[in-house]
């Protein structure tokens, strides 16, 4: 725990810069990261509920930070070929994103907005610009939650997939998230 509190607020420090306006920050520390791999021999998928996740309203910069050793999958033989021999988490220990909504929003506006976000996406110690597309929902003023869905290719990343299990791991691993966000309070 202390070690996600940490990462909370270098994720919000990074975020905010010298930044004071705390009411435009809202963030989350359990946000939902789930993926999925189809293929002809088996299904692959894990979820982790420890994302960590910084928004800013007044600029619209998203920080996601992401320990990979968190996600959880039945299998965990599966689990541990995952972080040991594709992810290297004890190499790369984190997935990050770190961009951008692209449009502008109308916070006084309560629903559900699609919204693109542009940055920078790094897994596996490869870093590549990215955009994605997701839901913000406003309510009374504030974003109270971030939908998105978005595929990775594992190649883009210097993920290698030995030749023995290629039929077992698809090649496109497809990806979606939920973040419950609350506003930031300096303590």
């Known amino acids: 725990m202390k070690k996600?509190?940490?990462?909370?607020?270098?994720?919000?420090?990074?975020?905010?810069?010298?930044?004071?306006?705390t009411?435009?920050?809202?963030?989350?520390?359990?946000?939902?990261?789930h993926f999925f791999s189809s293929s002809p021999?088996?299904?692959i998928e894990a979820t982790t509920n420890k994302a960590v996740c910084v928004f800013s309203t007044k600029t619209q910069k998203i920080?996601?930070?992401?320990?990979?050793?968190?996600?959880v999958f039945k299998d965990k033989l599966m689990q541990e070929h995952f972080n040991e021999n594709y992810l290297e988490s004890d190499k790369y220990p984190y997935g990050v994103f770190n961009g951008e909504i692209v449009e502008?929003?109308?916070?006084?506006?309560?629903?559900?907005?699609?919204?693109?976000?542009?940055?920078?996406?790094?897994?596996?110690?490869?870093?590549?610009?990215r955009e994605v597309k997701g839901i913000l929902t406003i309510k009374n003023g504030q974003p109270i939650s971030a939908k998105a869905k978005f595929d990775v290719t594992l190649?883009?990343?210097?993920?290698?997939?030995?030749?023995?299990?290629?039929?077992?791991i698809s090649?496109?691993?497809?990806?979606?998230?939920?973040?419950?966000?609350?506003?930031?309070?300096?303590?």
């Open 4 to 21: 996600l509190l940490s990462l909370l607020l270098i994720l919000v420090s990074t975020c905010l810069f010298a930044q004071n306006d």
């Open 23 to 33: 009411s435009t920050t809202f963030v989350t520390t359990q946000g939902k990261v």
């Open 41 to 43: 021999i088996e299904n």
């Open 63 to 71: 920080n996601t930070k992401i320990l990979i050793t968190s996600f």
């Open 104 to 129: 502008p929003l109308d916070y006084s506006k309560d629903g559900d907005m699609p919204v693109t976000i542009r940055g920078t996406f790094e897994i596996h110690g490869v870093q590549l610009a």
């Open 155 to 168: 190649a883009d990343h210097n993920i290698s997939i030995p030749a023995a299990v290629t039929l077992a």
């Open 171 to 187: 090649k496109v691993i497809a990806v979606d998230l939920a973040f419950n966000l609350i506003p930031y309070q300096k303590k």
